[in-house]
């Protein structure tokens, strides 16, 4: 069964601060990864999507990347700013068609 | 404008009492699905659609159905709701399952209580 870790759990930062999240998964049968940001008490806003047959995506200050065969992907974010304090979440799809996410980490990135 | 839409956004129900949470696509997208957002257990897939007539289980579809007699909508049924089912739940669409074009998009979210 496909299980998806998110390190860590919350991380606190100064502004300007270099920054990356991490996501790991069990099972390396994928169809893609998708990082998400989600506000306090709102919905979901997709980030990035990294196919099974990419390395990377980059948009701006972020920049995710996928090692499929050691099961990993990791989330760059350069020059972080307040306004980027979030909870990140990563979500896989399974060859099944299944989404299964990763528990998140909770950003804050102090002023 | 391209988007999820749910509704209710916010609904208080009692145990028993059958209620349908509404989700709806205008992105003509095939693959449609509903989760559930608990403190300290994440997000959860309940069920999902890969297409009209073609839907399956998430990893807690207990308690819920699901119908996708057409493709912009996806309603999530709680024949008799419980407790337990008192959560924040949001619906999300993409083009497809697989291949290129599967960026999943959510919608606002509902917030569920049952009494």
């Known amino acids: 069964k496909q299980e998806v870790t998110q390190i860590p759990a919350a991380l606190s930062v100064p502004e300007g601060e270099n920054l990356v999240l991490n996501c790991s998964f069990t099972d390396s049968a994928i169809y893609n990864l998708q990082w998400f940001r989600q506000d306090p008490g709102k919905g979901l806003t997709s980030l990035l999507l990294i196919q099974s047959s990419q390395r990377e995506q980059t948009s701006g200050r972020l920049n995710a990347s996928l090692d499929k065969s050691s099961g990993r992907s990791t989330l760059y974010i350069a020059a972080s700013q307040p306004g980027d304090s979030a909870t990140y979440l990563c979500a896989v799809i399974t060859g099944g068609f299944k989404t299964i996410f990763g528990a998140g980490t909770r950003l804050f990135v102090k002023a | 404008e391209a988007q999820v839409t749910q509704n209710p956004r916010y609904l208080i129900t009692v145990t028993g009492k059958k209620l349908t949470v509404t989700c709806s696509q205008n992105m003509n997208h095939e693959y449609m699905s509903w989760y559930r957002q608990d403190p300290g257990l994440g997000l959860r897939q309940i069920y999902y659609?890969?297409?009209?007539?073609?839907?399956d289980k998430g990893d807690v579809p207990e308690g819920y159905k699901v119908s996708r007699k057409e493709k912009r909508n996806f309603p999530l049924i709680l024949e008799s709701p419980s407790p337990n089912q008192t959560s924040l739940y949001f619906c999300?669409?993409?083009?497809?399952?697989?291949?290129?074009?599967?960026?999943?998009?959510f919608g606002p979210g509902t917030r569920l209580t049952v009494l």
């Open positions: 659609s890969m297409n009209v007539e073609v839907t």
């Open positions: 999300a669409s993409s083009l497809t399952a697989g291949g290129p074009y599967n960026e999943q998009f």
